[in-house]
């Protein structure tokens, strides 16, 4: 299971990378890609990149916390790309709001957490550094 599960997240990543470029490439006028519409291209690779983080979730199984703060990073893409794929509407414009407070929580969680682990290092490393002395 976690095989064929590894394979679809490599599959889903390149799949990110290249509509990514594509999107990049339609930025610099090299041309959009026959049949493709330029809200799929904006939307394919966060949509891609979302649904392939949420996978890797099933494969790690981390601790109930880390995988909170991941689904939510998750579906902040995939929210994203739905966005994108919006007409502008007062619709898209909440949702466009939700990935903002999703990406703001996140980075929030983040941070805190960041801030919190570099503490506890210090807070060792006082303590193992008087213990020597």
Do not use: H
């Not at 599960?5 to 990378?17: D, E, N, P």
């Not at 999107?23 to 006028?29: A, I, N, Q, S, Y």
């Not at 904006?42 to 991941?70: D, H, Y």
């Not at 689904?71 to 994108?84: D, E, M, N, R, S």
């Amino acid at each position: 299971m976690n095989r064929i599960l590894s394979w679809l997240t490599i599959i889903l990543v390149v799949m990110a990378v290249a509509c990514s470029i594509g999107l990049l490439e339609r930025d610099v006028k090299i041309g959009i890609p026959r049949g493709l519409s330029a809200t799929a291209i904006s939307a394919a690779p966060l949509l891609l990149i979302g649904t392939s983080f949420l996978i890797v979730q099933i494969m790690l199984r981390p601790r109930w916390t880390e995988l909170l703060k991941n689904i939510l990073l998750a579906a902040a893409f995939i929210l994203w790309g739905v966005v994108q794929l919006l007409k502008n509407s007062a619709w898209s414009e909440r949702l466009g709001n939700i990935v903002i407070a999703l990406y703001v929580l996140d980075l929030a969680w983040v941070t805190l957490a960041s801030v919190y682990a570099a503490s506890t290092i210090r807070s060792s490393s006082l303590r193992y550094n008087s213990i020597e002395k």
